[in-house]
């Protein structure tokens, strides 16, 4: 029986008389590359919030890492590891040192921080880098970089959101070289992304619309249910039937 490092069952989130999360229920396995795909405005912000711990649903229930999402959001926190499309580095701080500010976020002591960045950089090839600042590094380098340091702790699952926006397509394609070499080592990989080329990367895809899942599959299976040549032609024909997509 796999493994899940998300369960979960009737998520609702509203905000006042808007309901942002409509009823999802969704299951994500160990070492799954999960694309969760939607809109402008479709919920998927709002529900990643809530998987990572930093905002309670209205009501449902669920689990990420194993910790529940109504209960134990600061246990979920530390499990698990967050990259954004801004690479949530610190630009005026050189790369050994980004990596001892989120080591130390995340609760590893100086010993671990230190075996962390020297393993992490020999298999960036980025040894030589190590005082440089993330200011002057190359968008590519940022990227993995952010990467890395979002898997310093060794967490269960990451969440990607929007990682490669405003990234060249070679750099992209390479970036997600990075990803499934974590998810071969069991890491479970939850990205967003407006890119439908990526969706294709994915073992799984969930589209939201108006705050539901509308599918939820692998990208053939989703292609061969819409009659679509590829997931954009999925994607334009799922979105578009919600206000959101309108």
Same mark, same amino acid.
């Given at each position: 029986?796999e493994e899940k490092t998300? !369960? #979960?069952?009737?998520?609702?989130? /509203?905000?006042?008389? =808007? ?7 969704f299951e994500?396995?160990? &070492?799954?590359i999960f694309? =969760?795909? &939607?809109?402008?405005g $479709?919920?998927?912000?709002t %529900?990643m919030?809530?998987?990572?711990g ?8 669920g689990?990420v *890492?194993?910790?529940?999402i109504n209960s134990?959001?600061e246990? #979920?926190k530390?499990?698990?590891g967050?990259?954004?499309q ?5 630009p @005026?701080?050189?790369?050994w040192?980004?990596?001892?500010l ?6 590893l002591n100086d /010993?671990e #921080?230190?075996?962390?960045? @020297?393993?992490?950089?020999k *298999? ?8 440089m600042y993330?200011? @002057? !590094? ?5 990227? /993995?970089? %952010?990467f890395? #340091? $979002?898997?310093v702790h ?20 390479? +970036?997600?070289?990075t990803?499934?070499? $974590?998810?071969s080592k069991?890491?479970t990989? +939850? ?7 990526? *969706? ?5 895809v ?14 053939a ?11 954009? &032609?999925?994607?334009?024909?799922? $979105?578009?039937?919600?206000a959101?997509g309108?």
């Amino acid at each position: 029986m796999e493994e899940k490092t998300v !369960m #979960i069952r009737n998520l609702v989130k /509203k905000f006042g008389s =808007f309901t942002a999360v409509d009823n999802i229920s969704f299951e994500v396995s160990r &070492g799954e590359i999960f694309g =969760f795909l &939607g809109a402008n405005g $479709a919920g998927k912000t709002t %529900a990643m919030r809530i998987l990572c711990g930093l905002s309670k649903p209205t009501s449902g229930e669920g689990t990420v *890492a194993g910790f529940s999402i109504n209960s134990e959001q600061e246990q #979920i926190k530390r499990h698990i590891g967050y990259m954004s499309q801004k690479f949530s580095l610190y630009p @005026d701080l050189k790369v050994w040192e980004n990596f001892e500010l989120f080591g130390g976020i995340y609760g590893l002591n100086d /010993k671990e #921080i230190r075996i962390k960045t @020297d393993s992490m950089l020999k *298999a960036l090839s980025l040894e030589d880098a190590r005082n440089m600042y993330v200011r @002057d !590094m190359p968008l590519g380098w940022k990227q /993995k970089l %952010a990467f890395s #340091i $979002a898997m310093v702790h060794d967490p269960e699952i990451v969440f990607l959101d929007e990682p490669t926006g405003g990234v060249d397509p070679v750099t992209r394609r390479n +970036f997600w070289e990075t990803i499934y070499d $974590a998810a071969s080592k069991g890491v479970t990989v +939850f990205v967003t992304t407006h890119y439908m080329d990526e *969706a294709e990367y994915c073992d799984r895809v969930s589209i939201m619309v108006d705050g539901r899942i509308e599918a939820l599959g692998s990208p053939a299976e989703l292609k061969e249910a819409y009659g679509a040549a590829d997931m954009d &032609g999925v994607f334009t024909r799922i $979105a578009g039937r919600g206000a959101a997509g309108q």
